[in-house]
DNA sequence: GGCTAAGGCGACAGTCTGTCGCGTTAGTGG
DNA sequence: CCACTAACGCGACAGACTGTCGCCTTAGCC
């Protein structure tokens, strides 16, 4: 639908030289400025004073700002997940949670997810982004309890998802709504109560 | 410290008439046009036409864009809470769930939520309304859940105020977080999983 | 070592923010 | 009922930012 060729990204056509340190440049500086200032104060030229490169060089690739910070948040969206596995199943689940405490303490990570927050519902992309970045999260978790599940440490009759969405929806919460803070042992106190009703059942 | 007169709100000089109407119509007309256009994009010119009033005027009261904003945000803020009372714990929880189920579809809530979200950490003002109104909020689903542990229907043992978190927050991660759709089902079933253990007990 | 895609550079129009001074109007208080 | 004056309307303004353009320069590829 575009003839435009701009917003390729990575597909660069000199892949080997300039055009790849600017590209890198331009989305790392985008990266740090949305984190310092957000996403409605970002400037591009200040994007560009960071990154080293005129800003017209921006606007060869990405047609304007909201496809740049697309295109930003996107490059930081693509890091690998580590897969627990400590032999139990709240072993995992303390892992996992006590990773997405770390996770939200750093004011990068936050901010990025404000963001995403924010404009998920008015950009078609990063609803994109956040639905698929999300998908892979959560299956990564479900399998996690299923496996706790085979080993027979949670019911049968569980709904896994349901599990993960209750189980790390307060960290969450914390952070975006309410606004208090996370600490390992809220993450710990959460894995409990939600094997609780598993302990429970155990003793009967 | 600010001798400036602006950012008085209601409390403007000519309480009774063109002042107040200007004060609303623009309080109004800002809220309208951040849920359709979003912060980033908001722009006074538009606001002040949609008003009815001279882009000067708003300036007159409000020293920028982002004090016009968070004024908007606390007036809307400020809605009176119902309070739940069907009798039974179970009945007063799905009420409040369904609630903040409804309150949710609303485009205008979420977009409100979406703003207060990402800008909370950058504007202390939006941090501090944040604060007020989610305390407000829930001290009274608390005071709901410890009325429903006094009549029996919960263990003495259980964190009220944790409760609530654990059983809100997946309203709100689906919402925000992962993007997936709200049903009065869905807030059904939070319920049940959490009064589970409390009727596991009472089988005993 | 030459070809050429891509970046550097500066100018540009258009929009938005925030400010100002002056004229006008509509509440307020007598 | 009327005069006073606080507050608004209005248009001009400087400054910042967005997005575009054309020309020149450079660095990567063969």
Redesign the pocket.
């Known amino acids: 639908m575009n003839p435009d060729?701009r917003g390729d990204a990575d597909t660069?056509?000199?892949?080997?030289?300039?055009?790849a340190?600017?590209?890198a440049a331009i989305l790392s500086a985008t990266l740090t400025e949305l984190v310092e200032v957000g996403y409605a104060a970002?400037?591009?030229?200040?994007v560009a004073a960071r990154a080293?490169?005129?800003?017209?060089?921006i606007?060869?690739?990405w047609?304007?700002?909201?496809d740049l910070v697309v295109a930003a948040v996107l490059a930081s969206a693509a890091a690998d997940i580590p897969e627990p596995d400590t032999g139990t199943l709240r072993g995992d689940l303390q892992m996992m949670l006590r990773d997405v405490v770390d996770t939200l303490a750093l004011p990068s990570s936050r901010a990025l997810l404000q963001i995403v927050v924010a404009e998920a519902d008015r950009v078609p992309s990063i609803d994109a982004v956040a639905r698929s970045f999300w998908q892979q999260r959560f299956e990564l978790a479900v399998a996690v309890v299923e496996r706790g599940k085979q080993r027979g440490e949670l019911g049968e009759d569980v709904d896994s998802a349901l599990f993960v969405e209750v189980l790390v929806a307060p960290l969450y919460l914390r952070t975006l709504v309410i606004r208090q803070p996370l600490t390992d042992q809220y993450a710990d106190h959460l894995v409990d109560l939600a094997l609780a009703p598993a302990l429970a059942s155990e003793d009967r």
């Open positions: 060729r660069a056509r000199r892949p080997g030289g300039r055009s340190r600017a590209g970002l400037s591009l030229d200040l080293g490169v005129h800003r017209a060089t606007y060869r690739r047609a304007n700002k909201g």
